[in-house]
């Protein structure tokens, strides 16, 4: 079974909207969450991290975590065409993370 | 600071063949990880070394060893290589904060195994 889910992509929104990306994972006992974003060819890069529950914002992204229902999501407001790129979910675990298969976002102009 | 260096950068192989790969980081971080990453499957953990001195196996280790040189390098080995090794392969380090465990991502090595 694999440790985290992430919705399935691709999710294409149009420049401005909100583009919803949601992750799920499996071991209760993980205590940070970090959401990275990969552009085509390049490494993956933090754009947040979370570890308590409910919401945190930087900018235009809004991370949100529910531990009870080990869910955690990523908002990503007014979307623009340079945050096309697969947003990869990572949960902690010791020292080790584990990470969803990501999803890939397409900002349409 | 150049953060987190990986050589080389491109390298195709014959069945077979050995290689290592180069890791270096310059954030004086105790923790060094090797990832590869195929289509569709994220990033999937090949070994991690915690701190100096220590080495562990992650979720696909078969075929591959480590080094963790000191504290700054920790390098990935092919003994024989074979097509299904054909990835993308990251380095990562991370600092000892337990609140955070960011890692930091090298810009990778793309490995071709004919």
């Known amino acids: 079974q694999k440790e985290v889910e992430q919705n399935s992509g691709p999710l294409s929104v149009p420049e401005g909207a909100i583009a919803s990306l949601n992750c799920t994972y499996s071991?209760?006992?993980?205590?940070?969450f970090f959401w990275y974003r990969q552009y085509s060819g390049k490494s993956p890069e933090l754009i947040m991290f979370?570890?308590?529950?409910g919401d945190k914002e930087d900018g235009r992204f809004t991370a949100q975590l529910n531990k009870a229902s080990q869910y955690v999501s990523l908002l990503i407001r007014d979307s623009q065409p340079s945050d096309s790129a697969t947003y990869l979910c990572?949960?902690?675990?010791?020292?080790?993370?584990?990470f969803g298969a990501g999803t890939t976002v397409t900002v349409r102009a | 600071n150049a953060g987190v260096t990986q050589t080389p950068k491109f390298q195709v192989l014959k069945t077979g063949q050995s290689m290592t790969l180069q890791c270096a980081q310059d954030?004086?971080?105790?923790?060094m990880y090797w990832y590869r990453q195929d289509p569709g499957m994220g990033l999937r953990l090949i070994y991690y070394?915690?701190?100096?001195?220590?080495?562990d196996k992650g979720e696909v280790p078969n075929g591959y060893n480590v080094s963790r040189l000191n504290k700054r390098e920790f390098s990935l080995r092919l003994e024989s290589a074979a097509p299904s090794q054909t990835s993308v392969y990251f380095c990562?380090?991370?600092?000892?904060?337990?609140?955070?465990?960011?890692?930091?991502f090298g810009p990778g090595t793309r490995l071709t195994v004919l």
């Open positions: 990562a380090s991370s600092g000892t904060d337990r609140s955070t465990r960011e890692q930091f």
């Open positions: 071991d209760r006992g993980s205590q940070s």
């Open positions: 979370i570890y308590s529950n």
């Open positions: 990572a949960v902690n675990s010791d020292y080790k993370l584990s």
């Open positions: 954030m004086n971080h105790n923790s």
């Open positions: 070394s915690a701190s100096e001195g220590t080495t």
